[in-house]
Structure formats: structure tokens, C-alpha cells
């Protein structure tokens, strides 16, 4: 199947700072691309819709000047939490369906944890 | 939007005995209906997955099933082992996934 790969796997970093995660389809291209957050034992809530080269669709809820996304390529979707505090600590999730596929299924990337100190 | 609820939100199995999830959904119009998997930390991972043309459909130990009428559909593992033990996701979609929120099923060796 599909590859999508994230950057970093984890991070921690200090209150106040922001944080830049990278999700990238290896081996296919992705007009679209789905950013999650995962707080422990709680399901995968959808924040928002990466479009390339286009703005970024958000869920009702998702500040979208605090979770900046970027789809400046076709193999590349970045969100960046500004501003982090300790409540943005979470499991962050990329997905990307490959769209020469007819099956639908989507990829995900492998996570990052971020940890805000 | 689409809502999707899961029941039993955590499942005891013993070790080859069966499990049965079920996933309920709000949106009719709904085609695509996946099962994710996911391990402690790890990413979800599908593992079967239906279409609304069709009823049901079983790869191996693992089966779905799918009923448009009453707008569920059900997740059926056989012969369990204890790598089953994990939370599984399912989702209803039209053009974006609304995941529900996950069955923690373990199984007892």
C-alpha cells in the first residue's frame, strides 16, 4: 500500500514556542490530506483538511490561526502549532488516500507526539 | 455531517472464541465503510472495509458486515488471538471519515 511519513515522531518543546510537523506521501501525490489529533484513550478527531495549493478546510472547533497548514506540494502537508501550550499536548495524525487507487482507503502517518512543557 | 457511535466501547474475549463490534451511523448517504486497527502508539492500520453495494464481505479471519437499512455495520473476528487485542476504529464516509470512538478489545490467553 501507500506510504505517508511523519516528521517528527515526537517532540517536546517549552510553552509559548511553536512546533512544525511534516507529513509527506512517499510514493504518491495527495491533493488532499487529513490532520487528526489523538488525546489518550479518545478517538481520532479530524481538525482539518489540507489542500494543495489552496487554504486548509477547518473542523468547527479548530482555531486555524493556531494549527497553521501548509500544502505547498503535492507529496507535502505541514501544520504548525503556534503558540503551544501544555493543553495542545496530543498524538498528531496525517492521512492521505492515493488517489489511483479506487478503494478509498486512507494512510496514515506514523504520528507525532507532542509534549508541551 | 456524518456521525458514527461504536458499541461496546471495550470487549473481553477469550483467546479463540469470536469478537463482534458494531457501528452505527447518522448519514444515509454514506458508501464507504472502513475497520482501522490501532496498536498502543501506534498508527491505525485498515483492516477490512465494505462498500454500501455490498452486504458482506470476509477477508480470512475477519468479516464485515453491512446493513443499509438499519444504517450499522458490524466487525466479526474469529478465532481471536491474543494480537487482536487493540482499539478498533470504524468510519463512515462520503467524502471525509468521521471515525467513531473505538472499541478496545482484548483478548484473554
Known amino acids: 500500500g501507500a506510504v505517508v511519513s511523519q516528521h517528527p515522531s515526537w517532540v517536546i518543546c517549552k510553552s509559548g514556542t511553536s512546533v512544525k510537523i511534516e507529513c509527506r506521501s512517499l510514493d504518491f501525490q495527495a491533493t488532499t490530506m487529513f490532520w487528526y489529533r489523538q488525546f489518550p484513550k479518545q478517538s481520532l478527531m479530524l481538525m482539518a483538511t489540507?489542500?494543495?495549493?489552496?487554504?486548509?478546510?477547518?473542523e468547527q472547533g479548530v482555531e486555524k490561526d493556531k494549527f497553521l497548514i501548509n500544502h505547498a506540494s503535492l507529496t507535502l502537508s505541514t501544520l504548525t502549532v503556534t503558540s503551544a501550550h501544555p493543553e495542545d499536548s496530543s498524538f498528531y495524525i496525517c492521512?492521505?488516500?492515493?488517489?489511483?487507487?479506487?478503494?478509498?482507503?486512507?494512510?496514515f502517518g506514523e504520528g507525532s507526539r507532542l509534549t508541551v512543557l | 455531517g456524518e456521525n458514527v457511535e461504536q458499541h461496546p466501547s471495550t470487549l473481553s474475549v477469550q483467546e479463540g472464541d469470536s469478537a463482534v463490534i458494531k457501528c452505527t451511523y447518522s448519514?444515509?448517504?454514506?458508501?464507504?465503510f472502513p475497520w482501522y486497527k490501532q496498536e498502543l502508539g501506534k498508527r491505525p492500520q485498515l483492516i477490512i472495509d465494505?462498500?454500501?453495494?455490498?452486504g458482506e464481505k470476509k477477508d480470512q479471519r475477519i468479516a464485515v458486515t453491512l446493513n443499509k437499512t438499519a444504517k450499522h455495520f458490524s466487525l466479526h473476528i474469529t478465532e481471536t488471538q491474543p494480537e487482536d487485542s487493540a482499539v478498533y476504529f470504524c468510519a463512515g464516509s462520503r467524502n471525509r471519515l468521521a471515525f467513531g470512538k473505538g472499541n478496545q478489545v482484548v483478548v484473554i490467553p
Open positions: 465494505i462498500r454500501s453495494n455490498v
Open positions: 448519514d444515509s448517504a454514506s458508501n464507504y
Open positions: 492521512s492521505a488516500r492515493d488517489q489511483r487507487e479506487d478503494s478509498g482507503e486512507l494512510f
Open positions: 489540507s489542500n494543495e495549493g489552496s487554504k486548509a478546510t477547518y
